[in-house]
């Protein structure tokens, strides 16, 4: 209740000549690894002079000099339909590489780029949303990276990786029955092969938890929204994308005053069962 009345549509209904928020709490400066996907979701009620939503600008840097600047076109103008005032735009690093350029040269992030920003701009030209700075990671880690897809409180999915150890175990449930531990035909036979408890339904869930790397206190408070969202989804590769269920039932918010450096830690289970064995 206290979000719902502290919520103020008009910070984030892009407009012409606008900086209006993207449905996130994420910071604005993040970091991404240079083959991961990433979305951003923008809305607008659209203006009848020009669409507030008409390109994607991406501006690429290695250090702190320009390398490039790309445009990437909206053809879904908020003003046509209802369905298009409140549009997902991919700008992941793999997401960029992928996309039809109206200007600039494909790849957009080469193993030179170090960061990258993008913003919305309206059909004049002009911004119509906030800056948002991606710092590339391209540290190699000995451990398997974990990246969640999750709703948040605003309506937008977010993406967070957990670069650190990642642990599986599994439950296991079993349903038997009991029969004679013998075979006859005729003549009774022992037969040490043959089962008194027969398993006929196996059906097994994996849990796994995961430890982030360091994090920010600012990245702390965000993570929230992944803790209780009710549609987690975890990316295990390209095109392979399976629901979760977040087994956490607390969160502790971190500062570096009480905590100093500090990460996270998430324990979750596959939303769906492998059922090994129907009876």
Not at 59 to 88: E, F, Q, R
Not at 165 to 184: H, P, V
Request: glycine letters at 4%.
């Amino acid at each position: 209740y206290q979000e719902f009345i502290d919520y103020d549509e008009a910070d984030y209904l892009l407009a012409l000549a606008s900086t209006k928020k993207t449905l996130s709490f994420n910071p604005t400066t993040r970091v991404i690894r240079d083959d991961e996907s990433e979305q951003i979701t923008v809305i607008s009620d659209g203006d009848a002079t020009a669409n507030t939503i008409a390109s994607l600008q991406i501006k690429t840097y290695t250090g702190t000099t320009l390398t490039d600047t790309a445009t990437i076109t909206n053809s879904l103008d908020p003003n046509s339909s209802d369905d298009n005032k409140c549009l997902s735009i991919m700008v992941g690093t793999r997401d960029l590489n992928n996309s039809t350029l109206a200007t600039g040269s494909q790849p957009l992030i080469t193993a030179t780029i170090t960061s990258y920003t993008i913003q919305t701009l309206d059909g004049n030209g002009a911004a119509s949303s906030e800056l948002i700075t991606y710092n590339i990671d391209t540290n190699c880690s000995k451990y398997e990276v974990t990246r969640f897809h999750f709703l948040n409180r605003l309506g937008g999915l977010d993406s967070f990786s957990f670069k650190m150890k990642r642990k599986l175990s599994e439950t296991i449930k079993r349903d038997t029955f009991k029969r004679k531990g013998y075979m006859y035909d005729a003549v009774y036979t022992n037969n040490i092969t043959e089962k008194g408890r027969v398993t006929y339904d196996t059906m097994t869930t994996e849990q796994y938890e995961v430890s982030s790397d360091w994090i920010t206190e600012a990245q702390s408070e965000w993570l929230r929204d992944l803790y209780d969202s009710p549609e987690v989804y975890w990316e295990r590769g390209t095109d392979d994308i399976v629901a979760i269920n977040v087994q956490e039932r607390d969160y502790r918010v971190k500062t570096i005053v009480n905590d100093r450096l500090f990460n996270v830690d998430l324990s979750f289970e596959l939303a769906t069962d492998n059922i090994r064995q129907k009876g």
